[in-house]
């Protein structure tokens, strides 16, 4: 009786063990499916992100450049009833077509916050830094204009020089910038004639032959990089800016 006992006990605590290990596995076997099945919700929704139209980021930088140049101030584009915002929204649009990365695009949405700000909501370059980091902030410092104050002729001159050592992220966001400035007073003056350089703070003759010379510094900064979409739209501009500055300008009036 007391072997027979012993053997039952010895059943009883091996079938508990065997139980408490089955409820161990099938624990840790569920635990593994629902560990394994996170990581897969993870991958997808930052697939998801990474392949989305609207990037987060990109979506940050249209609400700061909204405030900056719209909620602030309702700027306007020069001697237009144009909301100004129209030209940053312009230039990340040529930069996205043109396969820019997201932080360059961001920069070409941002660029005109530092030099355009209004002084009770100054946009400084620790302020990008903090909000979308040191590298879009870059972009923005180096296609500023250091100093509105200084007379026209003089900005443009040091604008220019300062293109001939222009590169990177930059030079994208400066090109996108011009197409988008040149081909506005391209199409203004097609509907409007002479009429649009009015609102300017040089001569005609000047301004072209202003975008003539940025465009050519342009291009040579891209050298052997001229394969970027962008270049063909600056030479076809340049063509068009040689046209408009003959005494009988034939690109034509709607």
Not at 4 to 12: K, P
Not at 206 to 231: C, H, K, Q
Not at 239 to 250: F, G, N, R, V
Request: charged letters at 30%; a negative charge.
């Amino acid at each position: 009786d007391k072997t027979q006992a012993i053997e039952t006990t010895r059943y009883v605590l091996e079938e508990l063990a065997k139980s408490r290990s089955q409820k161990k596995e099938r624990a840790h076997r569920e635990f593994a499916d629902q560990f394994a099945q996170a990581m897969v919700d993870n991958l997808n929704r930052n697939v998801a992100r990474e392949q989305s139209m609207l990037d987060p980021y990109i979506r940050d930088a249209l609400r700061f450049a909204l405030e900056a140049h719209e909620i602030h101030q309702k700027q306007k584009r020069k001697g237009k009833d144009i909301a100004y915002i129209t030209h940053p929204l312009t230039v990340g649009l040529i930069l996205a077509r043109a396969g820019a990365w997201p932080h360059i695009i961001a920069g070409g949405i941002l660029h005109d916050t530092m030099e355009d700000s209004v002084p009770e909501h100054k946009v400084t370059y620790e302020i990008l830094s903090e909000r979308f980091g040191p590298s879009v902030a870059d972009i923005v410092r180096d296609v500023t204009e250091p100093d509105k104050d200084l007379p026209w002729a003089e900005r443009k001159q040091e604008a220019l020089e300062h293109l001939k050592t222009i590169d990177g992220p930059s030079l994208w966001v400066k090109t996108a910038d011009v197409i988008s400035n040149v081909s506005e007073i391209l199409d203004d003056y097609r509907r409007d004639g002479e009429a649009i350089f009015s609102r300017f703070n040089a001569p005609k003759e000047d301004i072209i032959a202003n975008y003539r010379a940025v465009i050519e510094a342009l291009l040579a900064r891209w050298g052997e990089f001229s394969g970027n979409p962008m270049t063909l739209d600056l030479k076809t501009l340049a063509y068009d800016l040689a046209q408009l500055a003959e005494p009988s300008a034939t690109i034509g009036t709607e």
